[in-house]
């Protein structure tokens, strides 16, 4: 990962569960990206308003708010951010989530290793750039 801060993916966690989402952003910052995370809806919205944001990790299940209405937002305010979804139930595992979710680009499980989580992150943010 390059260090100039133009290149570095943007990177929103949205975790109900904090220490789920210190896991993986340490590994994400240990990968040299930056990354935030945010347990809320509401704190969702606000990061994306007032903070460029290149990919979204978004927890399907939300417990304060809608996973599909932050998506919705992200797409309006920065239609260029890419969202990872993760979950732990099997919502949407038809693979339905990518007809109600324009900006959506994969669909995995919240046990998904770190590391495997942070390679999509790098491949997203990488294609983003290229763009």
């Given at each position: 990962m390059?260090?100039?801060?133009?290149q570095t993916?943007?990177?929103?966690?949205?975790?109900?569960v904090?220490?789920?989402?210190?896991?993986?952003?340490n590994?994400?910052?240990?990968q040299?990206?930056?990354?935030t995370?945010?347990?809320?809806?509401?704190?969702?919205?606000?990061?994306?308003?007032?903070?460029?944001?290149?990919?979204?990790?978004?927890?399907?299940?939300?417990?304060?708010?809608?996973?599909?209405?932050?998506?919705?937002?992200?797409n309006?305010?920065q239609?260029?951010?890419?969202v990872?979804?993760?979950?732990?139930?099997s919502?949407?595992?038809d693979?339905?989530?990518?007809?109600h979710?324009?900006n959506?680009?994969?669909?995995?499980?919240?046990?998904?290793?770190?590391?495997?989580?942070?390679?999509?992150?790098a491949?997203?943010?990488?294609?983003?750039?290229?763009s």
């Open positions: 390059t260090n100039d801060p133009s993916p943007q990177v929103l966690i949205v975790e109900s904090p220490e789920l989402a210190i896991v993986w952003q590994h994400l910052l240990r040299g990206m930056s990354a995370y945010v347990t809320s809806q509401e704190d969702a919205i606000a990061h994306l308003t007032a903070h460029k944001t290149d990919i979204l990790i978004l927890d399907l299940v939300v417990e304060e708010g809608s996973a599909l209405a932050i998506s919705d937002y992200a309006y305010r239609p260029d951010a890419q990872i979804f993760v979950t732990n139930t919502f949407f595992s693979g339905s989530i990518f007809a979710s324009a959506a680009r994969a669909f995995i499980q919240s046990n998904t290793p770190p590391e495997d989580l942070a390679a999509m992150v491949h997203y943010g990488a294609e983003r750039r290229a």
